[in-house]
């Protein structure tokens, strides 16, 4: 009942397991697929570009889908939305951080608008699933866009209104996405950047719903 309690409830900041002050992995400083810099901050980030942070189930396939947009100049996967500071895999997948695996993704809004990246964001998984998507189950796979203007929570919560009668036109419930300003995000290990060209068949979460966003939206 424990194990369930942790997988299925965000532990409060008491419960959470403690971290630690820094990072205690180091990470490769180029994208596999991009090459642009993996850890991004306003030191390197070009002018003009934004960043944008989604949870949308195994981190894994997420990134896939961000990196293959045009307009994208990097990405990386990660842990946010939680308490634990510096968490590894193991915790978050311990229920006891409170943290979602994360995709960050820069952006150069000429290009891909933010729009377009919440659109893909609903379309690659089903947010209708609570703490879970599919066969994953946990608080570390719940749905969530994490703002960093007002403009983006704007965005992010005109096109959530759009889209949910849209899925329950097709029998799903209502959206369960939590949209909030951006926490902190914390970078996963080094393994899991660019997963899938490290692992070309590995695993990827199949819980899309396969309903397309409105067009004209």
């Not at 308490?83 to 590894?88: D, E, V």
């Not at 809004?109 to 659109?119: F, Q």
Request: hydrophobic share 35%; proline share 9%.
């Amino acid at each position: 009942m424990l194990f369930n309690r942790h997988k299925q409830e965000i532990p409060t900041a008491d419960e959470a397991l403690p971290g630690r002050p820094e990072r205690p992995f180091a990470l490769a400083p180029r994208h596999l697929v991009l090459d642009a810099p993996l850890v991004t901050d306003e030191s390197n980030i070009p002018d003009g570009h934004q960043v944008a942070l989604f949870g949308l189930g195994c981190f894994w396939g997420a990134e896939e889908v961000f990196w293959q947009m045009p307009g994208v100049w990097s990405t990386s996967v990660g842990y946010a939305g939680g308490t634990t500071p510096n968490p590894s895999y193991e915790e978050v997948c311990s229920g006891r951080t409170g943290h979602t695996e994360a995709v960050r993704v820069v952006f150069d809004p000429a290009t891909v608008s933010y729009g377009d990246l919440v659109k893909a964001f609903y379309e690659f998984h089903d947010p209708t699933q609570g703490m879970r998507q599919g066969n994953d189950v946990g608080t570390q796979y719940r749905s969530a866009i994490y703002t960093f203007s007002p403009e983006q929570e704007r965005v992010a919560r005109e096109l959530t209104t759009a889209y949910e009668p849209v899925l329950a036109q097709r029998g799903y419930g209502p959206i369960t996405t939590e949209i909030k300003p951006a926490p902190t995000y914390y970078y996963a290990e080094d393994h899991h950047q660019q997963y899938l060209v490290k692992v070309p068949n590995g695993y990827r979460c199949h819980s899309a719903t396969g309903v397309p966003f409105p067009a004209g939206v």
